[in-house]
């Protein structure tokens, strides 16, 4: 079946600019998360979703980003006026059971 | 200190040798723990669960040592598409937010 999918795949914005990432997450997965991963360094967590609820948004990195997921499904991560230091992939996992994750390809974005 | 520490590598090992990865983690309470696999530039993907008594999953074998927080990953025969960079992930409790290490490169070479 199909698996967790993201878009775009690749982004370049301005510095200053905002920019919207998306995740569909495998159907029937009730928890969503946003991770980042910038070069050379490990996941980051960012978000949890459970439902169209987010419990934990603690990895949040400033009030610039922002999140949510709509009828329990599809999600949006916003970043405001867009700094380079934002510039990472952006990956998101979806998971039904408690244990597995399953990544979608990621957002690589990359701010000049 | 990181919640989770891998020695980064890489280990540059040849065709058929056993290789062996390390990892600590610092939260005592932590449930569950992994290994991933990310192959360049794409997303990480589970290898296996680790379990207190150890487990095996053909050439990888997995352990745990929850009194020395200490997680560890052995490759026996290692291939040419075992090159890829391992992630040790730890989920510390509660519902399901994982914590990666930074991950330990492997590179075999014919």
């Known amino acids: 079946g199909a698996g967790v999918s993201q878009s775009p795949s690749n982004k370049v914005t301005e510095k200053g600019k905002d920019v919207e990432l998306r995740c569909d997450p495998i159907?029937?997965?009730?928890?969503l998360y946003w991770y980042r991963q910038s070069l050379g360094q490990g996941l980051e967590f960012l978000i949890y979703?459970?439902?169209?609820?987010?419990?934990?948004k603690s990895g949040l990195p400033s009030d610039r980003f922002s999140a949510e997921r709509t009828g329990g499904s599809v999600s949006t991560l916003t970043i405001q006026r867009t700094q380079q230091e934002d510039s990472a992939v952006y990956l998101c996992?979806?998971?039904?059971?408690?244990?597995?994750?399953?990544f979608g390809p990621g957002t690589r974005l990359t701010v000049t | 200190r990181k919640e989770v520490e891998q020695d980064p590598g890489p280990f540059n090992v040849p065709e058929g040798a056993t290789v062996a990865f390390n990892c600590t983690y610092s939260?005592?309470?932590?449930?569950?723990f992994f290994w991933y696999r990310q192959d360049c530039r794409k997303e990480p993907k589970l290898l296996m669960s680790?379990?207190?008594s150890g487990n095996e999953d053909g050439r990888f074998t997995a352990q745990l040592n929850r009194a020395s927080q200490y997680i560890s990953l052995l490759i026996r025969d290692s291939k040419l598409s075992d090159s890829a960079t391992y992630l040790c992930?730890?989920?510390?409790?509660?519902?399901?937010?994982?914590?990666f290490g930074a991950g330990t490169r492997l590179a075999v070479h014919p």
């Open positions: 996992a979806s998971s039904l059971t408690r244990a597995e994750q399953y």
């Open positions: 159907s029937g997965h009730t928890a």
């Open positions: 979703f459970q439902g169209n609820s987010a419990p934990d």
């Open positions: 939260n005592s309470a932590s449930q569950s």
């Open positions: 680790v379990y207190s």
């Open positions: 992930v730890v989920n510390p409790g509660g519902y399901n937010k994982l914590i």
